[in-house]
């Protein structure tokens, strides 16, 4: 399977530098810190979304001491919406990791940066290739699509597949001073062209040599994982507001949605409360998908004239405008934006533009 073949990487770099995405604003920097954050909110996450995203970041944390010396909450906070929270937990532990073990200088290796969290062997090789020239092959999923079409490459990427698929990836590297425009040509060519549905295959500079186009087969590979049913799980979110303020709860650091707020859970809650008088309005119920798992939510929204007087340091009275501009997920923050009076809302979308003025 595994063929040098640099007129791969030559068509490659060649299209990239007439045609590749060059104005992205992580994009024309050496800066670790910068291309490092971009690439960690590259994972599972489109590059339209991260646009939205990035500059706010950066405006809030400039660099890799900033951010490590923030508190987590603040940096899950600037998150939300954007999903995958290990990702931010992760990003702010490196972070530290990079400050107090590294003297605030990421590694120049990608062996070295592969060690920190949250960075894979992909990550770490587009972050060294990129900073530092190293000649080390990335093998994100828009990769595996064009490697798996160009070789015609049967059997899902996993297993040993998928490792044929790191030798096939670093056979092909070009020299080192080529390589931050080749990992770009890559990264766009999965993106835009060898796209996973109607791939514009006349467009590509590899379909000459391409065997799936030859073949009629790009439709087709890579060969999809078995699909597996994901489980269904059933939550039951309880609203407890008198219209300008919400109780939440800050959720474990562990675990889906660690260190943010969400509704409370615990259906013996009202009654501990005195709520139990009090029938709640069922809201229309609704679903949110995550990678593993479906997640039912059911709202029971209790309005009361007073907020009642918590019994768990756990639980917070927080004013819906706060709730709003803190790390929230975004099903939560629906909800409350469905339950907020509308001066509240537009308070809130001021408070969060002033908050990202900046960027």
């Not at 080749?182 to 999965?190: A, I, K, N, P, V």
């Not at 796209?195 to 514009?200: D, Q």
């Not at 675990?255 to 013996?268: M, N, T």
Request: charged fraction near 20%; proline fraction near 8%.
């Amino acid at each position: 399977m595994v063929s040098e073949s640099p007129a791969f990487a030559r068509a490659l770099i060649d299209w990239q530098r007439l045609h590749g995405r060059r104005d992205l604003p992580w994009q024309g920097t050496r800066d670790a810190y910068q291309v490092w954050l971009s690439e960690i909110m590259l994972q599972q996450t489109r590059v339209a979304t991260v646009l939205g995203f990035f500059p706010r970041f950066v405006a809030r944390f400039p660099d890799v001491g900033t951010l490590a010396a923030a508190p987590v909450e603040a940096v899950l906070a600037l998150w939300a919406g954007m999903g995958y929270y290990a990702r931010a937990r992760n990003l702010h532990l490196c972070a530290r990791q990079v400050v107090e073990k590294h003297a605030g200088n990421f590694p120049q290796t990608a062996a070295e940066l592969a060690a920190l969290p949250g960075i894979g062997r992909s990550t770490a090789a587009a972050i060294a290739a990129f900073v530092h020239h190293e000649r080390a092959a990335i093998l994100d999923g828009n990769v595996k699509r064009v490697l798996c079409r160009h070789f015609a490459i049967s059997g899902a990427p996993v297993g040993a597949v998928e490792r044929a698929l790191w030798k096939q990836a670093e056979s092909l590297l070009p020299a080192a001073s080529d390589m931050p425009v080749y990992t770009q040509g890559l990264m766009d060519l999965g993106a835009t062209l060898c796209t996973r549905r109607a791939p514009r295959c006349a467009c590509c500079p590899l379909a000459a040599s391409c065997l799936a186009f030859r073949q009629h087969r790009a439709e087709s590979l890579p060969t999809p994982k078995t699909r597996i049913e994901k489980p269904h799980r059933v939550a039951c979110f309880l609203l407890i507001s008198d219209g300008a303020r919400i109780l939440l709860r800050r959720r474990p650091m562990t675990g889906v949605w660690g260190g943010l707020y969400a509704p409370p859970e615990d259906v013996s809650l009202p009654a501990r409360l005195g709520l139990a008088g009090s029938p709640p309005l069922s809201l229309p119920p609704r679903t949110h998908v995550f990678t593993h798992f479906c997640l039912r939510i059911h709202p029971m929204l209790y309005r009361v004239a007073r907020m009642p007087v918590l019994d768990d340091a756990a639980l917070e009275c927080l004013l819906i405008n706060d709730a709003l501009q803190a790390g929230i997920p975004a099903p939560v923050a629906r909800l409350l934006r469905e339950i907020a009076p509308p001066v509240a809302q537009k308070r809130a979308a001021k408070s969060r533009e002033s908050l990202f003025a900046a960027s």
